[in-house]
């Protein structure tokens, strides 16, 4: 399993630790995942995904994972969360 959000795509990073005698050593920089149900109300019907607490809040700011999917660029998605976007837009539109 990847340390790469589902939905923003953010991945670990890389820097140093500082010692106090400044010696540098490189360490990362993991993203804070956590594994998630959310509710489609298009789909009507729940996704589990492992996403970023900085993810999580956004899907609640624009208003659930529609909203957030709708707004969200292709290639920030994985292959799963890509598949529920077009799924969405798909049901919307027939909508």
């Known amino acids: 399993m990847s340390r790469r959000c589902e939905l923003t795509g953010k991945g670990p990073m890389v820097g140093n630790n500082v010692s106090h ?5 490189k360490r990362r920089f993991l993203p804070n ?8 109300d298009a789909l009507g019907r729940s996704f589990k995904l492992r996403v970023s607490a900085a993810a ?5 700011h624009r ?3 529609d ?8 290639e920030d998605l994985s292959a799963n969360a890509l598949k ?3 799924d969405i837009a798909k049901a919307q539109a027939a909508a």
């Open 67 to 74: 909203a957030f999917l709708a707004k969200a660029k292709d």
């Open 33 to 40: 995942l956590n594994d998630v149900t959310l509710i489609s």
């Open 56 to 60: 999580l809040r956004t899907v609640d």
């Open 63 to 65: 208003g659930g994972l």
């Open 84 to 86: 529920i976007k077009k």
């Open 21 to 25: 005698a400044n010696n540098k050593t």
